[in-house]
């Protein structure tokens, strides 16, 4: 395995961060060197996979921004990153977009080469997502771990689909028009340290966030385990819960030591 430096400067490996992607192997390391990126490149549609990034990844890399600040131009369909790939991790940076309107995913999953096989131990740690459509949307993804997570102005702090033993440490969800966290099909999963800006986790839809009934009702989550949470205000229509969609099967759903400031 080999550290792969990234510099626009000049001073490392390769200057752009999808050149580093390409030219690593499995088990790499790609530093950023520590600086203001403005990704402007456009997304572009990942083959067979209903998919448009700017940046995919297909090796078991470790991505480190080493507190870099990434800015995209993506729209609100569009991923930043797009993850195709078991053993992954990304790590210490910033990931938002240009405008004040919504951006794009900041980092989405749909299975290993097709949502038929589920994509496993992904690492996402220490990663600040700024006025996108989504901080993290991970479908068809086992066995893995998101720690130290905030999300500000986002449309969704985190949604999860069809997956499974996901654990969600220490983070900060702040959605401004949707759902802070929003669980569809997902079991087995552990949260602690979980702060909410507006009281909403839902297995659900973001339409329900306004009180209204999406046409099709979600399949049920089980198996969640939320240790700690905090509701911090303001709060709107809805406050002070953790919300199943209407209809949905909520199954052992254990909550320990919730805190509502609002």
Request: charged share 15%.
């Amino acid at each position: 395995a080999a550290v792969l430096t990234v510099d626009p400067g000049g001073s490392g490996n390769y200057t752009a961060l999808s050149d580093a992607i390409f030219g690593s192997a499995d088990g790499d390391i790609v530093l950023m060197a520590r600086r203001n990126y403005d990704l402007n490149a456009p997304a572009q549609t990942v083959p067979g996979r209903e998919v448009s990034a700017v940046f995919v990844i297909n090796k078991s890399i470790t991505i480190d921004g080493n507190g870099s600040n990434l800015t995209f131009h993506t729209t609100v369909t569009e991923a930043n990153f797009f993850i195709d790939q078991h053993n992954v991790a990304m790590r210490n940076m910033i990931i938002g977009q240009n405008t004040s309107v919504q951006g794009g995913v900041g980092i989405q999953t749909k299975g290993f080469t097709d949502l038929s096989i589920p994509l496993v131990n992904l690492t996402l740690e220490n990663l600040t997502f700024d006025r996108l459509n989504k901080g993290i949307y991970l479908a068809k993804t086992n066995l893995s771990r998101i720690n130290n997570i905030t999300t500000n102005g986002a449309g969704t702090g985190v949604l999860l689909k069809e997956s499974n033993n996901i654990n969600i440490t220490n983070s900060k969800f702040d959605a401004s028009t949707a759902d802070d966290v929003s669980l569809w099909s997902v079991t087995g999963m552990r949260i602690e340290n979980l702060t909410l800006g507006k009281a909403v986790f839902f297995d659900t839809s973001a339409n329900v966030y306004s009180r209204t009934v999406a046409s099709t009702t979600p399949p049920g989550i089980a198996g969640i385990q939320i240790e700690t949470y905090e509701i911090s205000g303001p709060c709107s229509t809805i406050c002070g819960a953790i919300i199943p969609y209407n209809g949905t099967r909520a199954a052992e759903l254990n909550i320990n030591e919730s805190t509502i400031a609002v």
